[in-house]
């Protein structure tokens, strides 16, 4: 069964230190990537997507998340935070093609920056 | 470009009840998306519509939930009679009709937050 896990429910970090959240998938064939931010009372926006190719892909907002099919993981990362990143990430995997199918997310993990 | 539009952003109301949720896709979008965010958690597919076609509705409670949408643009989303465990952000998503990969991004309205008391 196709499933996201994201070990890390809460991550706090400081302000202009590196972040990384991690997702693992569970996929029975290959997967579109996704990572949305959600902040209090919005809806979620996508950062970014892996469809194939570089498996270093890159977002808005300064983010980068890398697929690595060995460890079925597609981890986001950020050099700086900036103390507007604190929000809550989910990672999302998708079937294959076009507008079928739908989006199963992981439960989230709340990002809290220091200053 | 518009965005999802959703409303209302809130509702409180007792258990037994009914409530429902209206969704406005993006303009040209022809797949919409129902998810229930249950706090803590991520959120989980209830239906997608493909225009006013269902394509998936395997995870709709369907003895108190149902969902329409009649024109193949708007959407509406009911709950009769409301249980306590249905509190949670109900979000809606749209995206375009098509195949390759740039069409399943999915757009996010700001979601209707339900409370049952």
């Known amino acids: 069964a196709q499933s996201v896990t994201q070990p890390d429910i809460h991550i706090t970090v400081s302000e202009g230190a590196s972040l990384e959240l991690r997702c693992n998938y569970s996929?029975?064939?290959?997967?579109?990537l996704f990572w949305y931010v959600q902040s209090p009372g919005q809806g979620l926006q996508l950062l970014l997507k892996?469809?194939?190719?570089?498996?270093l892909v890159q977002g808005i907002k300064g983010f980068e998340a890398e697929f690595k099919r060995s460890q079925s993981s597609f981890n986001l990362r950020k050099p700086s935070v900036h103390w507007s990143d604190a929000a809550e990430y989910f990672c999302?995997?998708?079937?294959?093609?076009?507008?079928?199918?739908?989006?199963?997310f992981g439960k989230g993990t709340k990002l809290s920056v220091k200053p | 470009e518009a965005g999802v539009a959703q409303s209302p952003r809130y509702k409180i109301i007792e258990k037994r009840q009914s409530v429902a949720f209206w969704c406005n896709p993006i303009?040209?979008?022809?797949?919409l998306y129902w998810y229930q965010q249950i706090l803590g958690q991520g959120p989980k597919l209830l239906i997608q519509?493909?225009?006013?076609?269902?394509v998936d509705d395997s995870q709709l409670p369907k003895d108190r939930f149902s969902a329409e949408r009649l024109k193949g643009v708007d959407s509406t989303l009911k709950i009769q009679p409301a249980k306590l465990e249905d509190s949670a952000v109900y979000l809606c998503?749209?995206?375009?009709w098509g195949g390759g990969p740039s069409y399943n991004e999915q757009f996010f309205g700001p979601g209707t937050r339900l409370t049952v008391l």
């Open positions: 998503a749209s995206t375009l």
């Open positions: 996929y029975g064939a290959t997967p579109y």
């Open positions: 892996y469809f194939s190719g570089d498996t």
């Open positions: 999302a995997v998708g079937p294959y093609g076009g507008s079928q199918g739908n989006l199963i």
């Open positions: 303009s040209g979008h022809a797949t």
């Open positions: 519509f493909q225009n006013n076609g269902v």
